[in-house]
Nanobody
């Protein structure tokens, strides 16, 4: 089972990035998908996620209105659209997949917001 993130990089403040996460598990639709991030010297935090296996979503207050999580079950993929990026969004971003039995993490991808 693999989770592979892509789409990170360096962006100027106010810019946008779209993170992608592809999941090798064929029962992708049975998993609750979410994005976490970890900044230097800080604990890993939940950024955005789906509530259960439905379409309802939740976001940490600091990204509400700027970030959007979405999923495509046909492609076994989850996305994080990040707009109006701020320097404080700089972190390693992780994709997470969980169900009643297992939790899987991606390897993480760096997002740096700097001028």
């Amino acid at each position: 089972v693999h989770l592979v993130e892509s789409g990170g990089g360096l962006v100027q403040p106010g810019g946008s990035l779209r993170l992608s996460c592809e999941f090798s598990e064929f029962t992708f639709s049975n998993y609750i998908m979410s994005w976490y991030r970890q900044a230097p010297g800080k604990e890993r935090e939940l950024v955005a996620g789906f509530i259960s296996r439905g379409s309802s979503t939740l976001y940490v207050d600091s990204v509400k209105g700027r970030f959007t999580i979405s999923r495509d079950n046909a492609k076994n993929a989850v996305y994080l659209q990040m707009n109006s990026l701020k320097p404080e969004d700089t972190a390693v971003y992780y994709c997470r997949a969980s169900n009643q039995l297992n939790t899987y993490w991606g390897q993480g991808i760096q997002v740096t917001v700097s001028s």
